[in-house]
């Protein structure tokens, strides 16, 4: 009914769609394999919580809300230059500088 707070359930990570695209799709070189600070094979690690990108059998989204990942982008590494329409980004880090 509107007005009323809709119930909100925590899903674990485990039950998450886990994306790693390829560098060269967000304007990134090759992978690194000598920086001991990666904490994983790929530059970008990401959990889906709704249908976006490979992932189409998930909700399609959450009121107004499209796309919610979590995502782990290793050191010295991020998004290069890709483009977006009609939408804002928040980014937050939670580890790291």
Same mark, same amino acid.
């Given at each position: 009914?509107?007005?009323? /707070? *809709?119930?909100? +359930? =925590?899903?674990?990570?485990?039950?998450?769609?886990?994306?790693? $695209?390829?560098?060269?799709?967000?304007?990134?070189?090759?992978?690194? @394999?000598?920086? $001991?600070?990666?904490?994983? *094979?790929?530059w970008?690690?990401?959990?889906f919580?709704?249908?976006?990108?490979?992932?189409?059998?998930? $909700?399609?989204?959450?009121?107004?809300? =499209?796309v /919610?990942?979590?995502?782990?982008?290793?050191?010295? =590494?991020?998004?290069?230059?890709h $483009?977006? +329409?009609? /939408?804002?980004? @928040?980014?937050?880090? @939670?580890?790291?500088?």
């Amino acid at each position: 009914r509107r007005g009323e /707070m *809709a119930a909100v +359930r =925590r899903v674990a990570t485990s039950n998450l769609f886990v994306s790693e $695209p390829r560098p060269d799709w967000f304007g990134n070189d090759a992978n690194r @394999v000598d920086d $001991p600070a990666w904490s994983n *094979a790929n530059w970008l690690k990401s959990h889906f919580h709704f249908a976006f990108a490979e992932y189409a059998t998930g $909700p399609q989204q959450f009121g107004v809300l =499209r796309v /919610m990942n979590d995502d782990l982008v290793q050191p010295k =590494r991020g998004f290069g230059t890709h $483009p977006h +329409r009609d /939408m804002e980004i @928040v980014t937050y880090v @939670v580890d790291g500088e």
